[in-house]
């Protein structure tokens, strides 16, 4: 195997913290040929469906491959603007909003990149670019505030397979979790009660999070009980009452039993019970997606109100609000602690240009 490394290396080179934003993905079009492309890239990670692989392989190219795309499309179709998906333009903002506090915050050299698991950017080159510009430290923040094997771990391997073919391999910290982080539950509450300024209190509140699989829990992932914790953090932080909000699921995906309430079933069960208004808030997703906007804000509004409700209100994602920008920098900066870039760690930081001079005192071509 050969293994790559920077181009142009000198020994002048001044070395830096490198930040990896990442997230899910999206496709590159609204269009079956892009969904199956993204699609496949998504459902054949194992992190994703733990099947046995020949099986999987025979349903996935076989059956979901030949169907999925099409009504998927339809779906991007909803959402998608002239600038792309919502989830790439607010993903990207996230990233220049980050950058721009870091570089006020930080006395030495940074650089930040946006990555995406599946699809474009890709985690590797968002890796490559780092390296290119001398990033010898890297912190790794995968935005999915809860943790799952699914989701922050499958970035880790995505991470792991492109360094894996690196001679420089750098220094390495990931953040795996937030879900309990005191600015992360404050920029939550402070988004909900903007919402109930503006638009007036449901009669209840509703946490809607991502599934999974009922036996991913069973088999020891802890993103059920930190879904529930981030939930009950927030309501105690905005002092609710037991009977006014509830915790569901949503996106379940084939015949297997996955984390229950399910969303759907909830909106339809709380319009039939005579609820009428009914405000929905989804914290693990850190950007309004095709999740949000079309499944909860779409969907899942229209099956309130064939229920008898008269209206599903949509709380927005945190994206690039202020106070998630600033609670996200915060998390960096505690995990950079002791590097060099920090101001935290004076000792042993090298002199790159005594270091240059002296290398070619020594002979050394560059």
């Keep these: 195997m050969r293994y790559s490394a920077k181009q142009g290396f000198t020994h002048e080179d001044t070395p830096r913290l490198g930040v990896l934003i990442a997230n899910l993905g999206t496709p590159d079009a609204p269009t079956p040929k892009a969904l199956r492309r993204y699609l496949g890239e998504f459902l054949s990670d194992p992190r994703v469906i733990e099947v046995p692989r020949i099986l999987w392989r025979i349903i996935l190219h076989g059956i979901v491959l030949r169907t999925r795309p099409a009504k998927s499309a339809k779906a991007y179709q909803e959402v998608w603007t002239e600038d ?26 940074i650089a930040v990149e946006l990555g995406m698991r599946y699809g474009n950017p890709s985690i590797a080159s968002a890796l490559e670019s780092l390296r290119d510009q001398g990033a010898e430290r890297l912190i790794m923040l995968p935005l999915y505030p809860q943790y799952s094997g699914s989701t922050t771990a499958s970035t880790f391997d995505a991470l792991a397979d492109t360094m894996k073919g690196w001679r420089w391999v750098p220094e390495l910290r990931i953040i795996n979790q937030y879900a309990d982080d005191e600015a992360y539950i404050a920029a939550l509450a402070n988004s909900i ?35 529930h914790k981030t939930a009950r953090l927030v309501a105690e932080k905005l002092e609710l009452s037991a009977d006014s909000w509830q915790v569901s699921f949503q996106s379940r995906f084939g015949r297997e039993v996955w984390l229950q309430p399910y969303t759907d079933e909830t909106v339809m069960a709380l319009g039939k019970q005579g609820l009428k208004t009914l405000d929905v808030i989804c914290p693990g997703f850190s950007a309004d997606c095709l999740e949000t906007i079309e499944e909860i804000e779409g ?68």
């Excluded at 790439?88 to 006020?104: F, H, P, V």
């Excluded at 915060?330 to 270091?355: K, M, Y």
């Design 193 to 227: 009660r903007e919402h109930w300024e503006q638009r007036g209190r449901g009669e209840k509140l509703l946490f809607s999070f991502h599934g999974t699989p009922r036996r991913y829990l069973l088999n020891g992932d802890p993103y059920h009980c930190q879904c």
């Design 299 to 366: 969907e899942n509004a229209e099956y309130f109100e064939e229920s008898g409700g008269k209206e599903l209100r949509y709380i927005p994602a945190l994206n690039a609000r202020g106070d998630h920008l600033d609670m996200l920098t915060n998390l960096i900066l505690d995990h950079a602690q002791g590097w060099p870039e920090t101001g935290s760690r004076t000792r042993g930081v090298r002199d790159e240009a005594a270091t240059g001079r002296r290398a070619r005192e020594m002979g050394a071509e560059a």
């Design 84 to 109: 792309g998906s919502p989830l790439l333009q607010i993903a990207r903002a996230q990233t220049r909003g980050i950058a721009e506090r870091l570089a006020k915050r930080v006395s030495g050299p």
